[in-house]
Each structure stands twice: as C-alpha cells, then as structure tokens.
C-alpha cells in the first residue's frame, strides 16, 4: 500500500513539473514574436520619419505640441518635420537621409544617419555650386502614449561646409559649377558669424 502511495504521489509530481514546463515553453513562444514586433517597430517610425523630411505632409505620429530641435531652428507641431525639409531644400537638392543605425534607450529613439544632397541653393552666406555633401548625423525621438513629443536632429554643420569649400577650390568655377541662377537665400537664414567659421584653411 505504501509503495503504491509514493509511486501515485511520484505520478502527480511528474505531472506537475511537465505542466509547469510545457506552460514554461508555450510562454516562450509566445513571447519570441512579441519581441521581434517590438525590435521592427523603431525601424519602421524612423523610416517613416525621414521619408516625411523632405516632403510637405506632416507625419501623424508627431504630436500637435512636438518641438523639433535642428541646426537650422527650431520647428514645431506636426508639419515641423516637413517644414524642416523644406528649408534644408532651399539650400541642398536630392535631399536624402540614409539610415546607419536605430536603436532605444527607455521612451527615446536613437537614429544615425548620414545626409546626402547638393548644394543648388545659398547655404549660411555661401553660395550654391553643386557640391556633392554627405555629413553624419544623429537624430532622437522622444516617444509618450504612441506618439512623437520631442525631437532632436543634428548633424555636422561645419564638414557640410568644408565639403563646400572643398568642392569650390577643386572645381575652380568650371565644369561642374552651377551655371543657373543661384537662389537666394530665404530671409530667416543665418548667416556666417566670423570667416574663420564658413572657412577652414587648406
């Protein structure tokens, strides 16, 4: 009798402890294609993200009171990511944001990138010449209750201008160099602080 007792309660443990890990395994699987949406989902918004720079539609996952820190100013709302293109496209054409990396840390975005354009319109005082540019830049997403509250977008300003520069002194204002008319230059843009600032010696 006691040998059947301990061999009934040796059954009931085993099928515990097989329930237990089959509940364990179903948890597992359940939870690999969870985590794999959640790695997907930062690559898509900063897809989406930069496929709205340089158009003129707002992006609907930018709040309505979202600030967007960049170089060029500061912008706001919605159509701030846009407008921020646009005032890029005043000065560069072929504007295009090439994703290096993506990646989170808490509720922000983390993007690398590097910007690629040509110079066609005035930029910071200096005149167009259709540079080919391509400077790194890093942006960061702040998110809250699925949407975009905040945004930093930065890049090297001072290589955009050497690589002006560089173009310029290789061209020598043959060949290459724009031949239309330049465009000028909206009103808002800064301009070069000191000469030592747009220029870098060679």
């Given at each position: 009798?006691?040998?059947?007792?301990?061999?009934?309660?040796?059954?009931?443990?085993?099928?515990?402890?097989i329930t237990i890990l089959l509940a364990a395994i179903g948890m597992t699987l359940a939870f690999i294609p969870t985590?794999?949406?959640?790695?997907?989902?930062?690559?898509?918004?900063?897809?989406?993200?930069?496929?709205?720079?340089?158009?003129?539609?707002s992006l609907e996952l930018v709040s309505p009171n979202a600030v967007l820190h960049t170089p060029e100013g500061e912008f706001s709302g919605a159509a701030g990511l846009s407008?921020?293109?646009?005032?890029?496209?005043?000065?560069?054409?072929?504007?295009?944001?090439?994703?290096?990396?993506?990646?989170?840390?808490?509720?922000?975005?983390?993007?690398?990138?590097?910007?690629?354009?040509?110079?066609?319109?005035?930029?910071?005082?200096?005149?167009?010449?259709?540079?080919?540019?391509?400077?790194?830049?890093?942006?960061?997403?702040?998110?809250?209750?699925?949407?975009?509250?905040?945004?930093?977008?930065?890049?090297?300003?001072?290589?955009?201008?050497?690589?002006?520069?560089?173009?310029?002194?290789?061209?020598?204002?043959?060949?290459?160099?724009?031949?239309?008319?330049?465009?000028?230059?909206?009103?808002?843009?800064?301009?070069?602080?000191?000469?030592?600032?747009?220029?870098?010696?060679?």
């Amino acid at each position: 009798m006691n040998a059947r007792r301990n061999s009934r309660s040796l059954s009931h443990v085993e099928c515990s402890l097989i329930t237990i890990l089959l509940a364990a395994i179903g948890m597992t699987l359940a939870f690999i294609p969870t985590t794999a949406a959640q790695q997907a989902v930062p690559q898509d918004l900063a897809a989406q993200y930069f496929d709205a720079v340089p158009g003129s539609a707002s992006l609907e996952l930018v709040s309505p009171n979202a600030v967007l820190h960049t170089p060029e100013g500061e912008f706001s709302g919605a159509a701030g990511l846009s407008q921020f293109g646009e005032t890029l496209e005043n000065s560069f054409s072929d504007l295009d944001f090439e994703m290096q990396s993506v990646e989170t840390v808490d509720n922000l975005v983390v993007i690398a990138f590097t910007m690629t354009g040509i110079h066609t319109g005035a930029y910071l005082g200096l005149q167009p010449n259709c540079s080919g540019i391509a400077v790194p830049g890093m942006a960061v997403l702040r998110n809250s209750d699925a949407v975009i509250t905040e945004q930093w977008i930065d890049y090297d300003r001072q290589t955009l201008i050497e690589q002006i520069h560089a173009f310029s002194r290789y061209d020598a204002g043959e060949g290459t160099a724009c031949t239309s008319a330049p465009p000028t230059a909206p009103p808002s843009a800064p301009t070069c602080i000191s000469a030592t600032e747009c220029e870098t010696a060679y």
